[in-house]
């Protein structure tokens, strides 16, 4: 093979790669284009829905024990975009509901004493989600999974107020990939899982939790 053609095949060959490392090089651009969106329209979405306002266990300017309930409409008002009009008011409680792109939530709060006494989140939080802003759950209150509707309750103790979410209790192996359909926050967070509750050892099958 004669000079003049290697070096032709050399050249052919170097072009071949910097068109397909060009071409790599566009596609991780826009992956990461796509990823961004992502984040910025769920950014957007959790704004939206009331959840940037304050950082859980706080929702929406509303703090259990604190907050008084008086304040509640208008807190909820100001802190949530995708507020809904329906807001149905009494002396106990407020309830509401917030409408966002491929997401509903419902709302109750409660008034104790003339404070927020306890805020019930009606919604899909995934399990990962929750374990990504607050870490391992402090406690465990354990279903059965025989039970038809049974529920598992992970309980977060954060500043004096517990933080819990429902979980489906028919798999029997609680698992990251699983999905809560409501929180509730209210005051009485202490360091000791005490009554029902167990401390969290992680996930595992459910009778790990129940001495079965």
């Not at 802190?79 to 009009?85: A, D, E, M, S």
């Not at 465990?140 to 309750?153: E, F, N, R, T, V």
């Not at 977060?156 to 107020?161: A, C, K, M, S, V």
């Amino acid at each position: 093979m004669s000079g003049g053609t290697m070096s032709n095949l050399i050249r052919r060959f170097t072009l071949v790669c910097a068109i397909f490392c060009a071409c790599l090089q566009m596609l991780a651009v826009h992956l990461a284009n796509d990823e961004a969106g992502v984040e910025t329209v769920e950014s957007s979405v959790r704004a939206g829905m009331g959840f940037e306002a304050c950082v859980l266990p706080c929702y929406a300017g509303l703090t259990p024990g604190r907050t008084p309930f008086a304040d509640a409409a208008a807190l909820l008002t100001a802190n949530i975009p995708l507020l809904t009009r329906h807001m149905l008011i009494d002396a106990r409680t407020l309830r509401f509901e917030v409408e966002a792109p491929n997401a509903h939530l419902t709302g109750v709060v409660s008034n104790e004493n003339g404070r927020v006494g306890s805020v019930q989140l009606r919604g899909i939080f995934s399990v990962r989600g929750l374990l990504a802003d607050f870490g391992a759950p402090n406690c465990i209150l354990a279903g059965s999974p025989s039970d038809a509707g049974g529920l598992h309750y992970l309980v977060w103790q954060i500043d004096g107020l517990l933080l819990r979410a429902a979980v489906d209790a028919q798999p029997r192996l609680l698992a990251l990939d699983q999905e809560s359909d409501g929180l509730w926050i209210g005051a009485g967070g202490s360091e000791a899982c005490t009554g029902d509750l167990l401390p969290w050892h992680g996930f595992a099958p459910a009778w790990h939790y129940r001495g079965e």
